[in-house]
């Protein structure tokens, strides 16, 4: 078995049986040869940071699922809207048209979910919960995305009730919208995030090893 089929069977362990929880294989600063290995032991749904980085992956690779994990800015839409199944990362109306506008007529309506920003201060991605549902709203209308729910990054020891705020919000989106994915947890915070109700779980380092810092732009 190769290290990387050993780790991911190791973190399905971790994921447990209890409750259906997706493993999304954060594969940025990974190379090919790294992905293959995770595709042959099963991995099916990867997520990207970059959109670039990206891309030049799936030229390489058979078909797989990819998740935009990283921020997206306008300029970027339209090439996520054409390559991408998932955009994990929408946070404002402006964005969410875009991708619409410009996700490709013959391929599925795009996979979508709100970041929210559950950590106040300490970070300055995605939108407060109490804006969160409006955005939704706003996304539901959109003829070409699929809102699919919540994405959200708790900062590093952050105590339970930021996980349970984002779940809150997750449970108003799965009621209204029928939305069926809260997407948290990360290595260092799966299990709590499974705890608190996270759907979906983005595994880098546990499934890949450290990864290669990237280099500055
Ligand atoms: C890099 C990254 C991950 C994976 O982090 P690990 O700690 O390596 O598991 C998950 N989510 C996002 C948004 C990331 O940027």
Redesign the pocket.
């Known amino acids: 078995m190769s290290g990387i089929a050993h780790n991911l069977q190791a973190v399905r362990a971790r994921i447990g049986h209890a409750r259906a929880v997706t493993l999304?294989a954060?594969s940025?600063?990974q190379g090919i040869e790294r992905i293959k290995d995770a595709v042959a032991a099963g991995q099916k749904a990867f997520?990207e940071?970059y959109v670039q980085e990206a891309v030049q992956k799936m030229q390489q690779l058979p078909p797989l699922e990819w998740h935009l994990?990283?921020p997206l800015q306008s300029n970027k839409t339209r090439v996520a809207a054409e390559r991408f199944d998932w955009v994990?990362?929408v946070a404002s109306e402006k964005i969410a048209r875009r991708l619409s506008e410009q996700r490709p007529a013959h391929l599925a309506p795009l996979n979508v979910l709100i970041q929210v920003n559950v950590s106040g201060e300490a970070s300055k991605s995605g939108i407060g919960a109490a804006q969160a549902r409006g955005l939704a709203a706003v996304i539901a209308g959109l003829p070409r995305l699929r809102l699919r729910g919540l994405?959200a990054?708790p900062e590093p020891g952050a105590d339970r009730a930021r996980y349970a705020c984002a779940r809150d919000v997750f449970e108003e989106l799965k009621s209204e919208f029928g939305c069926d994915t809260l997407?948290m947890?990360?290595?260092?915070d799966?299990e709590l995030a499974i705890a608190e109700g996270a759907t979906m779980?983005?595994?880098?380092?546990?499934?890949?090893g450290e990864?290669k810092k990237r280099e500055a732009a």
């Open positions: 999304l954060v940025k600063g997520g940071n994990i990283g994990q990362t994405m990054i997407s947890g990360m290595t260092d799966m779980v983005r595994i880098g380092t546990a499934i890949f990864r």
